[in-house]
């Protein structure tokens, strides 16, 4: 297989996929994700869009001088180009570059594979040591796998929105396209472990990554208690369905949330803010306990918390190690000290958009700590002819 050029962009200490290349042919959100997360680790990644655009492009309002601030969200340390696979000269042209790859993204509905030429069976043949990472809605088989799927979708099917909301009567969505960026985590981390096994053998491996799945690995906890025999899994009414206290209370002047995790912490938090009653109690000094007494336990508490305002409540409860925090709106988590201090939010400078702040990469490497982005998010097709150039420099632009 041959390896592409160093890009040269990292600052510092190389990073831990420089080197590696990436060809990410995925759309909307999911696939997205999982191409940023592999760039963010120093893969370059090359982003082959339709003549019309990733879909994201689109999604708005709100729109940065016309960018879409979604597809910003998710596409920096790409280089895009475009490509019309429905001709054959573009498939070549992938193909082309296929062969200086070392990974494939796509999220191409599984029914129209084959039309496309990726058809995994025929990529794994014909590229033996390439990673060949598919995300679709429901996976590359199965009686429903040509079906359509969005995180809508996968977040209803897989029981999510069955336990979310007030009641059973009323199941809300989770307010972000949680499915999505979970589907991407589990594409790259398995890209990743597949990457490692290519540097040492040249392998390479078909990997397929559904929504609903990863939708599914989600609800893990909840369905370990139904599949041992619980209940049927309700709505728990933003508290939890097994720890009391895990909810958020009122105070005099705003909501927080605490978390009582274990025996000790609930000791410490009936210390702190004054209810000797509860902790003495003895039907309370156990999770078991305190889960058959969660609406007793939550009246009690709210009683108590009402007194004392947000800030004071919060500075009693880290004082004695319990688990709390302010109920944050967007405007307050980017001014949050600790995601300032930790730079989670960064800045990208676009050509278009100009400069705008993002979430950056969600982890931080010692031996390279600057998560600034290398690239701001693409223009449709900025790198087409400097990629198609270096496969083929004979190629006209």
């Not at 960018?67 to 992938?94: G, Q």
């Not at 996968?154 to 059973?168: K, L, N």
Request: aromatic share 4%.
């Amino acid at each position: 297989m041959a390896m592409p050029e160093p890009t040269g962009e990292t600052p510092g200490s190389p990073l831990p996929l420089d080197g590696i290349r990436v060809i990410d042919l995925t759309t909307s959100y999911a696939g997205p994700t999982a191409a940023m997360l592999l760039a963010d680790m120093g893969a370059d990644v090359i982003k082959v869009e339709t003549p019309r655009g990733d879909d994201t492009r689109a999604w708005g309002p709100p729109f940065l001088e016309g960018e879409s601030t979604w597809f910003l969200s998710v596409n920096r340390n790409k280089r895009s180009i475009c490509l019309d696979l429905h001709l054959e000269a573009d498939r070549a042209t992938l193909f082309s570059l296929l062969e200086t790859a070392n990974a494939l993204l796509v999220s191409v509905n599984p029914a129209k594979l084959a039309r496309l030429g990726l058809d995994p069976d025929d990529i794994a043949e014909r590229f033996p040591g390439l990673i060949f990472c598919t995300l679709s809605g429901f996976g590359l088989d199965g009686p429903h796998a040509a079906l359509p799927g969005y995180d809508l979708i996968a977040q209803a099917r897989s029981g999510m929105m069955s336990v979310t909301g007030p009641s059973a009567d009323s199941p809300q969505r989770m307010s972000t396209a949680v499915t999505d960026v979970v589907a991407g985590l589990v594409a790259a981390f398995s890209v990743a472990a597949a990457l490692v096994r290519q540097r040492s053998s040249g392998t390479g491996e078909v990997i397929d990554v559904s929504l609903l799945e990863s939708a599914l690995l989600l609800m893990a906890p909840r369905m370990a208690s139904f599949l041992a025999g619980g209940d049927e899994p309700e709505p728990c009414n933003a508290t939890d369905s097994v720890l009391t206290p895990y909810q958020a209370f009122a105070t005099a002047d705003r909501k927080i949330v605490v978390a009582a995790g274990n025996d000790a912490m609930w000791r410490r938090l009936c210390t702190a803010i004054g209810g000797t009653e509860l902790l003495t109690d003895r039907r309370f000094a156990t999770t078991a306990g305190r889960q058959a007494a969660r609406d007793e336990i939550a009246e009690a508490l709210s009683e108590l918390l009402r007194h004392g305002s947000a800030d004071e409540w919060l500075e009693r409860l880290a004082a004695n190690g319990v688990p709390a925090a302010m109920v944050q709106s967007a405007s307050e988590v980017v001014k949050d000290p600790q995601l300032i201090a930790r730079g989670a939010l960064v800045e990208q400078d676009h050509p278009v958009a100009g400069p705008h702040t993002v979430v950056g990469a969600p982890w931080r490497l010692r031996s390279n700590p600057n998560r600034a982005p290398r690239r701001a998010a693409p223009m449709l097709g900025e790198h087409t002819e400097e990629v198609l150039k270096s496969i083929s420099p004979e190629t006209p632009a």
